[in-house]
């Protein structure tokens, strides 16, 4: 296995940082500095130490969370808030969020140790679908949603199509649900507000195949290894559709007369006065 890689793993840093830390002499194999990028490591055999901290190989593990609201999805929080990790008891090793929820925002989230994993179910390439429920003020019209569907703009640029349905009404609000294929920064919100109806409360109820139907807030569990094998078809299957959709985006027609004939000129110009025909 690559060092990079191993690190990775473990929970040390990214690919990209750990090769930052071997050009610092941080990291050490069977006690020499580890200096050539790419290296390879037997797992069973090999020391590994970062900053004198033996590492060792941690088993990948991935959870799936019902995140409550109030709770940040990153490592650490400069103003103490609480961190969705606080949550997850009793697992070995160093967890990261998959993606990001909003701190007001509730709903399905996966954690692992996995940094390969994690990579391939948030690129953008991949395009693992997110379902959200978004309960937005007043009613938006049947265009309205149309306009959801065939993509607005967001920061300057379009969304990609994504699958938009009306999934209840009430008397001064509605409930929308988003089917999305990519992950920008608070899209949902920002897509309801494209369109007049801002988000007043969003849950995030499927992440790909994984659902928190049967999982009360707050609470997590273990992904089993079959729901990982499907989440990692989903998104080889989503990257092989945008490849085609891709590949099939129509180029500009040139005009080709019929019969090989040549096309009729167009009106003679005029010769501007004192220059060339």
């Known amino acids: 296995m690559r060092l ?4 990775a793993q473990a929970g040390v840093a990214s690919r990209r940082h750990a090769e930052e830390m071997m050009a610092q002499g941080l990291i050490r194999v069977n006690g020499q500095p580890a200096t050539q990028m790419g290296q390879r490591i037997d797992t069973e055999r090999d020391f590994v130490k970062v900053a004198g ?42 967890l990261f969020p998959v993606g990001r929820l909003d701190f007001d925002t509730s709903g399905a989230l996966l954690l692992t140790n996995d940094g390969d994993l994690a990579q391939a179910l ?8 997110r379902t959200y429920i978004a309960k937005v003020k007043g009613q938006p019209t049947v265009e309205q949603v149309e306009k959801l ?41 920002k897509m309801a507000e494209a ?12 992440f790909g ?17 079959d729901e990982l094998e499907s989440l990692r078809s989903l998104a080889a299957k989503s990257a092989r559709h945008a490849e085609e959709l891709r590949a ?16 009729a000129p167009g009106p003679a110009r005029r010769p501007r006065k004192g220059g060339r025909p």
């Open 209 to 225: 195949t994984l659902t928190v139907a049967d999982l009360p807030v707050g609470r997590w569990r273990f992904v089993t290894l």
């Open 122 to 129: 948030i690129h953008p390439r991949h395009g693992v679908p």
């Open 195 to 206: 369109i007049g109806h801002p988000v007043l409360k969003l849950t995030r109820v499927a």
């Open 53 to 94: 901290k033996t590492v060792r190989a941690e088993k990948p593990v991935a959870v799936l969370l019902h995140k409550p609201k109030g709770y940040m999805c990153t490592a650490d929080d400069p103003e103490g808030r609480p961190l969705v990790t606080d949550l997850i008891r009793g697992v070995r090793g160093r």
């Open 4 to 7: 990079q890689k191993f690190l």
């Open 149 to 189: 569907r065939r993509g607005v703009y967001v920061d300057g640029r379009k969304t990609l199509p994504a699958r938009v349905s009306v999934a209840g009404t009430m008397e001064k609000n509605s409930l929308l649900k988003f089917v999305l294929s990519e992950g920008r920064n608070r899209q949902v919100k």
């Open 248 to 263: 099939e985006k129509p180029k500009p027609a040139s005009f080709k007369p019929r019969n090989g004939a040549k096309p």
